[in-house]
């Protein structure tokens, strides 16, 4: 099973930074495509950007040119830099892994697993 723990949440004003880190494990690195959500008082969660196994990698319109997601792959770390943060990235920020299981008998299955959730409040 696999375990997530996301870090590096807090309180900015407009216009800064922080850097998030979701640590995992070997399996999930080498298993599982690496996503970060996040969701907003009273509204739905959202895909924020991902990393797929062959590495392409994804951004929400909101965050594009502004979020940029990276790994350091030997210590199963995957960061989400945020920069030139908005009031409306305030949100608890969540790191999920899809991973693929390939049974000996029967189709593949995939499993989510979720992190506990780090929050974020911008400020003016």
């Known amino acids: 099973q696999a375990r997530l723990v996301e870090s590096g949440g807090g309180s900015v004003m407009a216009g800064g930074a922080l850097r998030l880190t979701c640590t995992a494990s070997?399996?999930?690195?080498?298993?599982?495509?690496m996503e970060w959500h996040r969701q907003a008082p009273g509204k739905e969660r959202e895909l924020v950007s991902s990393?797929?196994?062959?590495?392409?990698?994804i951004y929400g319109d909101s965050v594009r040119g502004r979020f940029s997601i990276s790994e350091d792959r030997p210590i199963y770390k995957q960061y989400l830099q945020m920069n030139n943060l908005q009031i409306e990235d305030t949100a608890v920020y969540y790191c999920?892994?899809?991973?693929?299981?390939?049974?000996?008998?029967?189709?593949?299955?995939?499993?989510?697993?979720w992190g506990q959730g780090t929050q974020v409040t911008v400020s003016s």
């Open positions: 999920k892994a899809t991973c693929y299981i390939f049974p000996d008998i029967g189709p593949r299955y995939d499993v989510d697993y």
């Open positions: 070997e399996y999930v690195f080498k298993n599982c495509d």
């Open positions: 990393i797929h196994r062959e590495g392409h990698r």
